[in-house]
C-alpha cells in the first residue's frame, strides 16, 4: 500500500490558521477517499475529516466541524485540509489516506486502515 507524506504543518497561535496538504501523484482523483486524521501525545489516531470524491458528502469528527473543511484538487492530485480558528487540542500529528474506489457513507475510521499503510504525517503545534 502506498504511503502518503502529508504537510504543511507548523506552530500557530490559537486562532490561526494552516493548510495541509497530502500530494497523491499515484491516484485519479476521480473516485476516491481520501481521510485526514491525527494522532496527539499520549492519544490514539483519531478520524478528523472524510470525503469520498465521487459521492461529494464530507464527514467531520464533531470537535472540528465548522472550523475545518477537507478539499481535493484533482488535476494537482492533492488533498488539502483547511484548518481555521485554530485551538491548543488541535496539536497533534496529523496523517492522510487515500483509496481509489473507496465511497464512505461516514467518517473513516482509523481501524479502517492497515497499521502499514500510515507514512509520516505532519506535526501541528497550536500555542495558546
Known amino acids: 500500500e502506498v504511503q502518503l507524506q502529508a504537510s504543511g504543518g507548523g506552530l500557530v497561535e490559537a486562532g490561526g490558521s494552516l493548510r495541509l496538504s497530502c500530494l497523491a501523484s499515484?491516484?485519479?482523483?476521480?473516485?476516491?477517499?481520501v481521510g485526514w486524521f491525527r494522532q496527539a501525545p499520549g492519544k490514539a489516531r483519531e478520524s478528523v475529516a472524510s470525503l469520498s470524491t465521487f459521492v461529494g458528502v464530507p464527514y467531520y469528527t464533531d470537535s472540528v466541524n465548522g472550523r475545518f473543511t477537507i478539499s481535493t484538487d484533482n488535476g494537482k492530485r492533492t488533498a488539502y485540509l483547511q484548518m481555521s480558528n485554530l485551538k491548543p487540542e488541535d496539536t497533534a500529528v496529523y496523517y492522510c489516506?487515500?483509496?481509489?474506489?473507496?465511497?464512505?457513507?461516514?467518517?473513516?475510521?482509523?481501524?479502517?486502515?492497515?497499521?502499514?499503510?500510515w507514512g509520516q504525517g505532519t506535526l501541528v503545534t497550536v500555542s495558546s
Open positions: 489516506q487515500v483509496r481509489d474506489g473507496v465511497r464512505l457513507g461516514r467518517i473513516w475510521l482509523p481501524d479502517d486502515i492497515s497499521r502499514s499503510s
Open positions: 499515484r491516484f485519479s482523483f476521480d473516485d476516491v477517499a
